[in-house]
């Protein structure tokens, strides 16, 4: 499983990646291998808008389920990964990576003490 160190994580499996004021926001691996293949990404959220901690960003759709994505910060929307719209699979392959969802410009940097380190989080996960 691939937490790494410098993200934070939400109790329902995103991640933020925060350099220089903005966010990469995803899921996390483990979220990834417990949803199975992803066929289908639907961000509701659309660039420039302001988006709260706890919103729904949009959802994921797998072989099993269709799950929820939330904002883990509050801020203001500016980038969109289109390129998993043509290859949701990326989600799966490199959530880290390739497979990020969203870019957040971070509106409270205080939200993110209020997450789980990746000490925590594979508490959480049972790692």
């Known amino acids: 499983m691939n937490i790494p160190e410098s993200y934070k994580y939400t109790k329902d499996h995103e991640y933020i990646n925060v350099t220089d004021g903005t966010g990469t926001i995803g899921v996390t ?20 808008a302001d988006v709260k901690k706890g919103d729904s960003l949009g959802s994921i759709e797998a072989v099993k389920t269709v799950s929820d994505v939330f904002s883990p910060v509050s801020g203001k929307l500016v980038e ?4 998993i719209n043509e290859n949701p699979s990326l989600i799966n392959e490199d959530p880290n990576g390739k497979g990020w969802l969203v870019k957040i410009e971070l509106s409270n940097k205080s939200e993110l003490d209020e997450l789980l380190d990746a000490a925590a989080y594979k508490t959480l996960i049972g790692e």
Do not use: F, P
């Open 29 to 48: 691996d483990y979220a990834q291998s417990e949803l199975g293949d992803i066929i289908y990404l639907d961000v509701t959220a659309s660039v420039g």
């Open 80 to 83: 969109i990964n289109t390129t």
